[in-house]
């Protein structure tokens, strides 16, 4: 399997844009997360899908972020209007539900690096 | 709530020595508990994990972990540091709403 996939894997962007992030979670799994990671604030849960159905966005900083799961197999996270607090590494995970924590072992994609000029 | 502190932001050790991260834990619900790596420039990478059962928990890389409910801790090791282990290493805890609670981490160095 080629693991979760992201991309673009950097994106540098001016203040005021709109950045779509997207993420292919691993074939199979049915919870997929996004995380922001930062030096200030460590690694943020934003948002997180069961069976591509929203079940907890109390993370999602602002009305500005939004996320999606068309399908199973694709994600999108957008920020309109990106700001320059917005700079960040965005993580993609997915993990497949079962027993005994087999839900929380989650695999992480290599990340999306955002820059907002 | 559940909550998760790891005691030291930055760890040196030698190549060849012990290592030891530590981990504390808050949680009101028997806890299920991971150890994350992460590689410069890549993603998280689960080490190991405890759910029930033996509390010493054997992971990738050569790297355990030991469940200490009386002392609330969940702190990492390995024998012998390789080069190959410099990185940062996160402890988590999961919520009682499904969520994993990521410690601030701690990056290790190995010097030669």
């Known amino acids: 399997d080629a693991g979760v996939i992201q991309s673009p894997r950097h994106e540098v962007t001016e203040m005021g844009q709109e950045v779509t992030l997207r993420c292919k979670p691993i074939s199979g799994h049915d919870y997929l997360f996004w995380y922001r990671q930062t030096m200030m604030r460590g690694l943020e849960l934003l948002i997180y899908f069961n069976n591509n159905v929203p079940i907890d966005d109390s993370g999602m900083p602002e009305d500005r972020f939004s996320a999606k799961m068309p399908n199973a197999s694709f994600s999108t996270l957008k920020i309109q209007p990106s700001e320059p607090r917005d700079s960040a590494v965005y993580f993609c995970?997915?993990?497949?539900?079962?027993?005994?924590?087999?839900?929380?072992?989650?695999?992480f994609g290599p990340g999306t690096r955002l820059t907002v000029t | 709530a559940q909550s998760v502190t790891q005691l030291g932001s930055h760890v040196s050790v030698s190549e060849g020595a012990l290592v030891l991260l530590r981990c504390n834990y808050s949680s009101s619900v028997p806890p299920y508990l991971f150890w994350y790596v992460q590689y410069p420039n890549q993603g998280l990478q689960l080490l190991l994990k405890?759910?029930?059962?033996?509390?010493l928990v054997k992971g990738i890389n050569g790297f355990e972990a030991e469940f200490k409910k009386s002392e609330t801790s969940f702190h990492l090791t390995k024998p012998s540091a390789h080069m190959s282990d410099a990185a940062e290493y996160f402890c988590a805890v999961l919520s009682n709403t499904g969520k994993l609670i990521f410690g601030q981490g701690t990056t290790l160095q190995v010097k030669p």
């Open positions: 405890y759910t029930t059962g033996a509390t």
């Open positions: 995970a997915s993990s497949l539900s079962g027993t005994s924590g087999g839900r929380y072992e989650q695999y």
